[in-house]
């Protein structure tokens, strides 16, 4: 079975530094991994996917995560954060399912002081 | 963006009565998905649709049904609304239904059910 654990319910940052939201998995089979984020008030935006290719993914604004299977962790950086990247960040997993089920990580909002 | 929409996007009912959720999509995807999103919980697969009244359960599927009798529509039915269905509730569609499955969102549906 998958699981997601995001590390972090809550992190705040001010603009200009870096960004790390934290996320560790548990998968049986090799993963993918996908980052959402959600703005307030807002349907899901996909952020970047791991798909077994290049072990660093970019996505877009600036994001981009390393899978790190020693380490069971998918963690999504930024080298400095926008006022715009104030969000809700999830962390999901699709594991060698029928149906491409997805599991969600609990999130972790991320707020950006000026 | 993708082209999926949601209707109605707010409702209020009250326990007891029945409520139907519709998603619509104009990509003519298989692969249709409900969620539904609470505080602290990520976002929870309710039940999905592989094709034309092909579906099944989620995680959190009791007292919830659905229905696909087109590609284009998915319908999430609560037969009797209760408080605990209070949710934002979100619909996804794909257009492969395997582990690289990525999957876009609409803009949800606010429920409450008093």
């Known amino acids: 079975a998958q699981s997601v654990t995001q590390l972090d319910s809550h992190v705040s940052v001010s603009e200009g530094t870096p960004v790390l939201l934290r996320c560790n998995y548990s998968s049986s089979y090799s993963p993918s991994l996908f980052w959402y984020v959600q703005h307030p008030n807002k349907g899901l935006q996909l952020l970047l996917k791991?798909?077994?290719?290049?072990?660093l993914v970019k996505g877009i604004n600036g994001f981009e995560a390393e899978f790190k299977k020693s380490e069971t962790s998918f963690h999504l950086t930024k080298p400095s954060a926008h006022m715009s990247d104030a969000a809700e960040y999830f962390c999901?997993?699709?594991?060698?399912?029928?149906?491409?089920?997805?599991?969600f990580g609990q999130g972790t909002e991320l707020s950006v002081k000026p | 963006d993708a082209g999926i929409t949601q209707s109605p996007r707010h409702k209020v009912t009250e326990t007891g009565t029945p409520v139907t959720l519709r998603c619509h999509q104009t990509e003519n995807h298989r692969y249709m998905y409900w969620y539904r999103q609470d505080p602290g919980h990520g976002l929870r697969l309710i039940h999905y649709?592989?094709?034309?009244?092909?579906?099944d359960k989620g995680e959190v599927s009791d007292g919830y049904s659905v229905s696909r009798s087109k590609t284009e529509d998915f319908l999430l039915t609560l037969e009797s609304a209760t408080s605990s269905q209070t949710s934002v509730y979100f619909c996804a569609i794909a257009g492969r239904g395997d582990y690289n499955n990525e999957q876009f969102f609409g803009p949800g549906t606010r429920l409450t059910v008093l």
């Open positions: 649709s592989y094709g034309v009244k092909d579906t």
């Open positions: 791991y798909t077994s290719a290049a072990t």
């Open positions: 999901v997993v699709s594991g060698n399912n029928q149906g491409g089920k997805l599991i």
